[in-house]
C-alpha cells in the first residue's frame, strides 16, 4: 500500500537575503551577495505528524517555517499542500489558503496586539476567513478557549492580564480557530519556566490526538522533541543534515553535527560532563557559502573531500529508514557521542575521489 499524499512537501526550498550594496560596491561594480538562510531543504509531513526542526540558533529553523507557512516568499523550490503547488500563491488565494496552516510565534508578548482583547486576538483569524458577526466571534472563541485550558470568562481581558504560558495558550487558541491542518510552532516553550513548559506541551499533544492535527515544531529543546514529535531533522547554517524517526535520531545520531549538538544538552552526571564530544573552530559565514560541507571547518572527522562537495542527504549506513548527510557516514555513525571526547579517535582513511578525497 502506497504512503498517502504528504500534508505539506518541501522540494529544494531556498530563501536567500539580499545585503544592500555600499558605495564601494557600487564604485567598484561588486556584485551584490546574499545570505543563505535556508538552502536546499526537502522534506515532508504527513497528515497528523509531528516532525522537530532541531539546530544550534541561526541555522535557518525559523526562517524554514516561516516558508512553510508562506509568510516568506521562497527564493528557489517548490512547496506542495495535499500535492497542490502553493510556492506563489497570493492575493485572495493566498488568504483562503492560510486557514489550513497558522503559525505560533515564539514571543507570546509581542506577537499579542495589547490593545486588543481576547475574543478580538483570538477570533481575528475568524472574522478574516469567514466574516463572522461580533457576536459569531465571541461564541466561537468562549467555546475554544477551555480546549488550551484558558476560562470562558476572559473573553474581555487584555494580554498583559495573563501571565506567559496564559499568554502562550492565547497564542494556541489563536492558531486552532480555524481548524488548520497543520500549526507551526516557533520555540513555543522557550520563554516559559520549566513547569509551564510541561503544560503547554501536554496541551500541544493532547489537541493533536483530539483534532489529528501536523505540527512542525521548531525548537532548541531536545526534550520537547522527544515528548511531542514522530519524527526529527536535524538543521545547521540552512542545510538539513540528517533526518528520521525521533527515538533513533536522538539516541543513536549519525552525522557529527547532531552528535555535537546532542552532547551539548546539560547532564547532571559530573563525570558524564568530562566525556562530552566537542567541536571547535569558526562558524562559516552564511554570505555566499563555498563549495562544501557547512560542517567542515568544525568536523573532527573532516577529509579534503569534504571540502570541495556538498554531501547529499542518503540513507543512512546503519539504518535505511535515516537520512544523513554525511561523506563519512559509514565511518563515524557507530561511535557514541561519550566515546569521542576531545577529539576524533583514528579512522581509516576514506578512499580518494575525483573531488580530492
Not at 20 to 32: A, F, H, I, N
Not at 222 to 237: E, P, Q, S
Request: aromatic letters at 4%.
Amino acid at each position: 500500500m502506497s504512503d498517502p499524499t504528504p500534508l505539506l512537501e518541501t522540494e529544494g526550498v531556498e530563501k536567500l537575503f539580499p545585503l544592500t550594496r555600499s558605495l564601494s560596491d557600487v564604485v567598484t561594480r561588486t556584485p551584490g551577495r546574499s545570505v543563505h538562510a535556508v538552502d536546499g531543504v526537502s522534506l515532508t509531513i504527513r497528515p497528523g505528524e509531528a516532525l522537530g526542526l532541531i539546530g544550534e540558533s541561526g541555522s535557518g529553523k525559523t526562517t524554514f517555517g516561516w516558508l512553510a507557512a508562506r509568510l516568506h516568499e521562497p527564493t528557489a523550490g517548490t512547496i506542495r499542500f495535499e500535492g497542490a503547488d502553493v510556492t506563489h500563491l497570493t492575493g485572495k488565494a493566498l488568504q483562503r489558503w492560510r486557514s489550513n496552516v497558522q503559525v505560533v510565534f515564539q514571543d507570546p508578548v509581542g506577537s499579542l496586539d495589547p490593545r486588543l482583547r481576547v475574543w478580538q486576538i483570538v477570533g481575528e483569524p475568524i472574522r478574516a476567513q469567514t466574516g463572522a458577526s461580533r457576536a459569531e466571534t465571541r461564541t466561537k472563541v468562549e467555546a475554544l478557549l477551555p480546549s488550551v485550558g484558558l476560562p470562558q470568562d476572559c473573553l474581555d481581558q487584555y494580554p498583559h492580564e495573563f501571565s506567559g504560558g496564559g499568554r502562550q495558550r492565547l497564542s494556541v487558541a489563536r492558531a486552532l480557530s480555524v481548524d488548520p491542518k497543520l500549526i507551526v510552532l516557533d520555540e513555543p516553550t522557550s520563554a516559559l519556566d520549566v513547569a509551564v513548559q510541561a503544560q503547554i506541551l501536554n496541551r500541544l499533544v493532547e489537541l493533536q490526538r483530539e483534532r489529528h492535527i501536523a505540527y512542525l515544531l521548531i525548537t532548541h529543546n531536545v526534550a520537547a522533541v522527544r515528548y511531542v514529535a514522530d519524527r526529527v531533522a536535524v538543521l545547521y547554517l540552512g542545510q538539513l543534515v540528517e533526518m528520521g524517526g525521533v527515538r533513533e535520531v536522538l539516541e543513536h545520531p549519525v552525522h557529527p553535527y547532531t552528535k555535537a549538538l546532542l552532547a551539548a544538552v546539560p547532564i547532571p552526571d559530573a563525570r558524564r560532563r568530562k566525556m562530552r564530544y566537542r567541536v571547535e573552530g569558526d562558524i562559516p559565514s552564511l554570505i555566499d557559502p563555498k563549495p562544501g560541507c557547512r560542517f567542515a571547518p568544525r568536523c573532527p572527522f573532516v577529509i579534503d573531500r569534504c571540502r570541495v562537495e556538498d554531501p547529499k542527504l542518503r540513507p543512512a549506513p546503519s539504518a535505511p529508514d535515516r537520512l544523513v548527510a554525511c561523506h563519512r557516514a559509514e565511518d563515524v555513525g557507530d561511535i557514541p557521542a561519550e566515546a569521542l571526547l576531545q577529539t576524533a579517535p583514528e579512522l581509516p582513511k576514506a578512499a580518494p575521489t575525483a573531488a580530492g578525497g
